[in-house]
């Protein structure tokens, strides 16, 4: 049996551990936090380097996007110094990819009408692919980096402005400490409602889902949440809020979505190749030889 675990800088309440089959081969799936510790973080790496087929980074990202020009975290680079014969991803590859074809899947089989929907993106550096098709067919969208990653009250609501502020600032933000800009470990578990106008002004609610998670108000009546890594608890959260509709990017197992990270590590092992050498093409052939569609959950009404 394969074995694929995400070792994730959030918190270990949320672990889950399942088995699935892809192609007739039976993979292991495991996410582990560590509660934001960084030190058990890479002696878990160290403890699992070699016994597993392929690692996720959980909990944060090594890469962030302005357009075709990526830019890494040098600090979570180093929490993977350890990983000497195992394979380790970090979802990026495959974001591109599945959440760019999830955006235009929704779309043209009527699921969404993104036209007639007012957007909110939590955060558009860590999925462009997301970022851009959703600002291609939205009818108004918002970018909230400046707001959720760096608490800056401030709305980009332009694919121009995002850009273009991305590039001036990506440089800078990949030497802050991930943990400024990131919730881990604890922190995940709590809810501070706050920046509530952006939530009520918009239909669909998209991106990291701990983004979306951090500042929820106790009404999101009617909205449309589109994400992944949601736990079954998360689920009934949000159906207690009033979500109308959940959708995620990943396929749901034993009622939890995985990260992109947890599927990118799955289809590396499958393809038998590094991740630098696959091409968007190739993961979005494989998603669709898997069957690959977006789950949809009908929470309420």
Same mark, same amino acid.
């Given at each position: 049996?394969?074995?694929?675990?995400?070792?994730?800088?959030?918190?270990?309440?949320? +672990?889950?551990?399942?088995?699935?089959?892809?192609?007739?081969?039976?993979?292991?799936?495991?996410?582990?936090?560590?509660?934001?510790?960084?030190? $058990?973080?890479?002696?878990?790496?160290?403890?699992?380097?070699?016994?597993?087929?392929?690692?996720?980074?959980?909990? &944060?990202?090594?890469?962030?996007? @302005?357009? +075709?020009?990526?830019? &890494?975290?040098?600090?979570?680079? $180093? #929490?993977?110094?350890?990983?000497?014969?195992?394979?380790?991803?970090?979802?990026?590859?495959?974001?591109?990819?599945?959440?760019?074809?999830?955006?235009?899947?929704?779309?043209?089989?009527? /699921? *969404?009408?993104?036209?007639?929907?007012?957007?909110?993106?939590?955060? =558009? *550096?860590?999925?462009?692919?997301? =970022?851009?098709?959703?600002?291609?067919?939205?009818?108004?969208?918002?970018?909230? +980096?400046?707001?959720?990653?760096?608490?800056?009250?401030?709305?980009?609501?332009?694919?121009?402005?995002?850009?273009?502020? =991305?590039?001036?600032? #990506?440089?800078?933000?990949?030497? /802050?400490?991930?943990?400024?800009?990131?919730?881990?470990?604890?922190?995940?578990?709590?809810?501070?409602?706050?920046?509530?106008?952006?939530? @009520?002004?918009?239909?669909?609610?998209?991106?990291?889902?701990?983004?979306? !998670?951090?500042?929820?108000? +106790?009404? #999101?009546?009617?909205?449309?949440?589109?994400?992944? &890594?949601?736990?079954?608890?998360?689920?009934?959260?949000? !159906?207690? !809020?009033?979500?109308?509709?959940? %959708?995620?990017?990943?396929?749901?197992?034993?009622?939890?979505?995985?990260?992109?990270?947890?599927?990118?590590?799955?289809? %590396?092992?499958?393809?038998?190749?590094? =991740?630098?050498?696959?091409?968007?093409?190739?993961?979005?052939?494989?998603? $669709?030889?898997?069957?690959?569609?977006?789950?949809?959950?009908?929470?309420?009404?």
């Amino acid at each position: 049996m394969n074995r694929v675990v995400s070792v994730s800088l959030g918190s270990s309440k949320r +672990d889950k551990k399942v088995t699935e089959t892809f192609f007739g081969t039976e993979f292991e799936i495991e996410r582990i936090g560590t509660d934001g510790d960084m030190e $058990k973080y890479r002696q878990k790496i160290a403890e699992l380097d070699g016994k597993v087929d392929a690692f996720g980074v959980g909990g &944060t990202d090594i890469y962030i996007y @302005a357009g +075709d020009k990526r830019y &890494t975290f040098n600090e979570i680079v $180093k #929490l993977w110094s350890n990983a000497k014969k195992t394979p380790f991803v970090d979802g990026s590859g495959l974001k591109h990819t599945l959440e760019r074809e999830t955006v235009a899947y929704l779309q043209d089989n009527g /699921v *969404v009408d993104f036209k007639s929907k007012n957007v909110l993106l939590v955060c =558009a *550096v860590d999925r462009f692919g997301m =970022a851009e098709a959703l600002a291609t067919r939205a009818k108004s969208i918002v970018f909230g +980096d400046m707001i959720f990653n760096l608490g800056i009250n401030i709305p980009i609501k332009s694919w121009g402005t995002l850009t273009g502020l =991305a590039r001036i600032l #990506l440089p800078i933000i990949i030497h /802050v400490p991930f943990k400024y800009l990131y919730p881990t470990g604890p922190k995940q578990d709590a809810i501070t409602p706050k920046y509530g106008k952006y939530y @009520a002004n918009a239909d669909v609610i998209a991106g990291d889902f701990h983004l979306i !998670r951090r500042y929820m108000p +106790d009404d #999101l009546k009617g909205k449309i949440i589109l994400t992944n &890594t949601t736990t079954e608890e998360d689920v009934e959260e949000l !159906r207690k !809020r009033g979500v109308a509709r959940l %959708i995620t990017t990943t396929p749901v197992f034993s009622g939890r979505s995985f990260g992109t990270n947890v599927m990118e590590a799955v289809l %590396i092992t499958l393809m038998g190749k590094p =991740a630098d050498q696959i091409s968007p093409e190739e993961y979005l052939s494989r998603l $669709k030889e898997l069957g690959w569609k977006p789950q949809i959950q009908q929470l309420n009404g």
